[in-house]
């Protein structure tokens, strides 16, 4: 198991920028698929974007060409840079760590290592 801490996360107008990052403990994080997941008040956690460990991205359609998720491995931290926010971004982001690959990252959340989310809120 990894432990992974978020921040980056706060208040931001419609329109503008936030980067979200995730610390990974351990010494082997290279190995790992991570990804962002949200979720909204009221409503179920979301995916949001995978990296695998040869750096290849995936990203739900709704945040497709704003967002940009990135990984570096000597620092043991995955970014996720918010560009273009809209007030429906709004929401808790939670990192996540697959041992498996980022198909199971995505497709079963339930066997994956968590953060602790970080706050995102995007006002019109």
Known sequence: QVQLVESGGGLVQA???LRLNCTV?????????MGWFRQAPGKEREFVATIDITSGADYADSVKGRFTISRDNAKNTVYLQMDSLKPEDTAVYYCAAS????????RAPST???????QVTVSS
């Open 25 to 33: 403990s351990g010494r082997t994080f290279s190995t790992y698929a």
């Open 112 to 118: 994956n290592s968590w953060g602790q989310g970080t």
């Open 99 to 106: 041992s498996i690959n980022s198909f199971y990252l995505r």
């Open 15 to 17: 329109g503008g920028s």
